[in-house]
């Protein structure tokens, strides 16, 4: 089945302590987005890749990283320079730049104590 | 900047409507509808484009007012499974990233 697979579905860390959260996709989709969603705040950007070798900032980018080095991966790293880094992460692909449709994967709950 | 939605909640019976708006103090290119229900992924319902074209998946209408830079999104006679959070995602240039409002919670009870 083609779809967005993110693992794990919980993830805890120590304060401190870089996470990286992972985000692959068999759909053959050149975009990849990345959305971090708290109670009553939306989907916020935090970034995304239009192409492999190539992404940008969203509204939201302070204290994240990302990599794009294979068309089917797009891993999210949560540094320890995000002061507030406990939340739902959603990870979304869309087939072209031409293409509407953004499907997302189940997403991660990162919890860091 | 995040457009924004009203109402933040809305509760119905089965069978009763309702509106929800996004509005935007952009000028939109198109506006995004998705629904995410407790615990899901959100899922694509529909886009409207800027020149009244309009693409969906499933039988829930909408509307889109460019000069107003406004969007509706009409649940009629809606059902238990209309029940989840209605987010809109706009965006003022083809093929840029979509920016989301803080969404709208719908729950129908029987």
């Known amino acids: 089945d083609g779809g967005i697979t993110q693992s794990p579905k919980y993830l805890f860390r120590k304060e401190g302590q870089n996470v990286t959260l992972s985000c692959e996709q068999n759909?053959?989709?050149?975009?990849m987005y990345w959305y971090r969603q708290d109670p009553g705040q939306g989907l916020r950007l935090i970034y995304y890749?239009?192409?492999?070798?190539?992404?940008q900032k969203g509204d939201i980018a302070e204290g994240y990283s990302v990599s794009r080095e294979k068309k089917e991966s797009f891993p999210l790293t949560v540094t320890s320079a995000q002061k507030n880094p406990t939340a739902f992460y959603l990870c979304?692909?869309?087939?072209?730049?031409?293409?509407?449709?953004?499907?997302f994967g189940p997403g991660t709950r990162l919890t860091v104590t | 900047q995040q457009p924004v939605q009203s109402p933040q909640a809305v509760i119905l019976r089965e069978g009763e409507d309702a509106v929800i708006n996004c509005s935007s103090s952009k000028a939109l290119y198109s506006v995004h509808w998705y629904r995410q229900k407790h615990g899901e992924a959100p899922v694509f319902l529909m886009i409207?484009?800027?020149?009244?074209e309009q693409k969906g998946h499933e039988k829930i209408s909408a509307s889109f007012n460019e000069k107003k830079q406004q969007s509706s999104l009409y649940l009629t006679a809606s059902q238990l499974s209309y029940s989840g959070t209605y987010f809109c995602g706009t965006d003022n240039q083809a093929g840029t990233a979509l920016i989301f409002g803080k969404g709208t919670t719908l729950s129908v009870s029987s």
């Open positions: 759909l053959n989709h050149d975009a």
């Open positions: 409207l484009l800027k020149g009244g």
């Open positions: 890749s239009q192409i492999v070798n190539d992404f």
């Open positions: 979304a692909s869309k087939a072209d730049s031409s293409s509407y449709e953004q499907y």
